[in-house]
């Protein structure tokens, strides 16, 4: 028997934190806004075409990795099969841990999968949906932020954790913040855990530029779609017509950052907030940080974490790891 649960809601409370967070991060100087907040189910749809985009590469790398390496992958939880609680942070559609869950189910491990997102709409799809294509998988979603979400699964039982932090997302902060998303990360897991986690690889700077402009403009909607969120959500009226999307690659610093650039002099307004836009100004809306193999094993063993094992695909443009919590 299917074993499921309605995802926590924090649907009035995360609005609240929404729109303060919406009006803190465009009074700053340069604007900004948290990337988290592209995922609404409008957003879903467009990141998910992003996905299927020839330039954008992450995805086919990752699934590579999954499709063809999940015995592998499952080797380090060998000590966990007759009790193991699978977290995934930012789940998604579950699309790539999907191989894995599929491999854990076929090799008798018992556990329970906890996807974890800040999309409501993602958690109802996967409650909905993932039993019917894995029978017999226990599931419990659980939507909210990484770390608010990740105690209440932590709290559920006492058995092992794996912890997935897939699809490059860590590459969604600037180095230090990663650094400290990691060391956090460890102090909600007990020692002997596991973390699976991907990173996109340093390489040719144009492939990394043209992932993030395809020609068929879907990260600019995608990009767009957060001032249309707002309009939505917070009764703001932002003209999407009058902003445009922005893509840099740095490959020194490995940061590629995207920004919605104003084409004019404007004034926005949401609720009974004023926001003024001058002509060419940005508002800062993601970062994609890419890794060295070097400067992957230094956040391990930086936050408490001992490498177990490294997978690449076989272009080695992106690794999915393992770590053990020390």
């Not at 017999?136 to 979603?141: D, L, M, T």
């Not at 996109?200 to 990009?223: M, S, V």
């Not at 004023?274 to 060419?280: A, D, G, K, N, T």
Request: proline share 4%; aromatic share 12%; hydrophobic share 35%.
């Amino acid at each position: 028997m299917n074993e499921t649960s309605d995802p926590i809601s924090l649907s009035a409370k995360a609005l609240r934190e929404f729109r303060d967070d919406v009006l803190a991060g465009l009074k700053k100087e340069p604007k900004e806004l948290q990337s988290k907040y592209l995922y609404d189910a409008e957003g879903d749809e467009l990141f998910r075409q992003i996905m299927r985009a020839p330039e954008y590469y992450l995805t086919d790398c990752e699934m590579e990795i999954f499709k063809e390496q999940c015995a592998d992958m499952a080797a380090p939880l060998n000590d966990f099969r007759d009790g193991l609680d699978v977290i995934e942070l930012g789940a998604g559609d579950a699309a790539k841990s999907y191989y894995l869950l599929q491999y854990l189910i076929s090799q008798g491990f018992n556990f329970t999968y906890y996807p974890i997102d800040i999309s409501a709409n993602i958690i109802n799809i996967l409650k909905d949906q993932l039993p019917e294509r894995l029978p017999g998988i226990k599931i419990q979603g659980i939507q909210g932020d990484y770390f608010q979400a990740l105690k209440k699964a932590v709290a559920t039982s006492s058995r092992p954790k794996l912890v997935m932090f897939l699809g490059g997302n860590i590459g969604n902060m600037p180095p230090e913040e990663a650094l400290e998303f990691c060391i956090e990360l460890r102090r909600n897991l007990s020692p002997g855990d596991r973390v699976l986690m991907g990173f996109d690889l340093k390489k040719d700077p144009w492939l990394i530029f043209n992932a993030y402009n395809d020609h068929g403009g879907i990260t600019e909607k995608f990009n767009l779609n957060l001032l249309s969120r707002i309009n939505r959500e917070l009764g703001a009226n932002f003209d999407t017509s009058l902003f445009h999307h922005y893509e840099n690659y740095d490959p020194e610093t490995g940061a590629c950052k995207s920004y919605l650039i104003s084409k004019a002099n404007q004034v926005v307004t949401i609720g009974a907030q004023q926001i003024s836009f001058r002509e060419h100004e940005h508002i800062f809306t993601e970062t994609s940080q890419k890794y060295t193999s070097e400067q992957i094993g230094a956040f391990a063993s930086g936050s408490g974490f001992e490498s177990l094992l490294k997978l690449t695909d076989s272009k080695d443009w992106f690794t999915d790891v393992i770590w053990r919590a020390v």
